[in-house]
């Protein structure tokens, strides 16, 4: 399974951006899936994450600013930032995850995009 990212840029603070992670080599409904992001000199932390059942939990600091969700059709899934302020500069992963609940867990990454809020 690999996991490529895209769709990071510059914005200005208070604009969007949209971040997309394509999965591939396997299918994306059998995953939990998450976006991370990890900011200079900052450990990586969670910021979403979509079930396969399509709940989705945010962290705090996401403020009801972002959206995850799937197109399973596509392998993809999605990142909608709205309203994105300084702080939310970071490169951010996706994250595939599967528990097989037989003692066999699956987890897989992706590289990163970067994602920059300046004026």
């Known amino acids: 399974v690999q996991l490529v990212e895209s769709g990071g840029g510059l914005v200005q603070p208070g604009g969007s951006l949209t971040l997309s992670c394509a999965l591939s080599?396997?299918?994306?409904?059998?995953?939990?899936m998450y976006w991370y992001r990890q900011a200079p000199g900052k450990k990586r932390e969670q910021v979403a994450r979509?079930?396969?059942?399509?709940?989705?939990t945010y962290e705090e600091f996401v403020e009801s600013r972002f959206t995850i969700s799937t197109n399973n059709a596509k392998n993809t899934v999605y990142l909608q930032m709205n309203s994105l302020k300084p702080e939310d500069k970071a490169i951010y992963f996706c994250?595939?995850?599967?528990?097989?609940?037989?003692?066999?867990?699956?987890?897989?990454w992706g590289r990163g995009t970067q994602d920059t809020v300046s004026s």
């Open positions: 994250n595939a995850n599967q528990n097989t609940g037989m003692g066999e867990e699956y987890d897989y």
């Open positions: 080599g396997g299918a994306l409904s059998l995953y939990v």
């Open positions: 979509v079930t396969r059942g399509g709940i989705t």
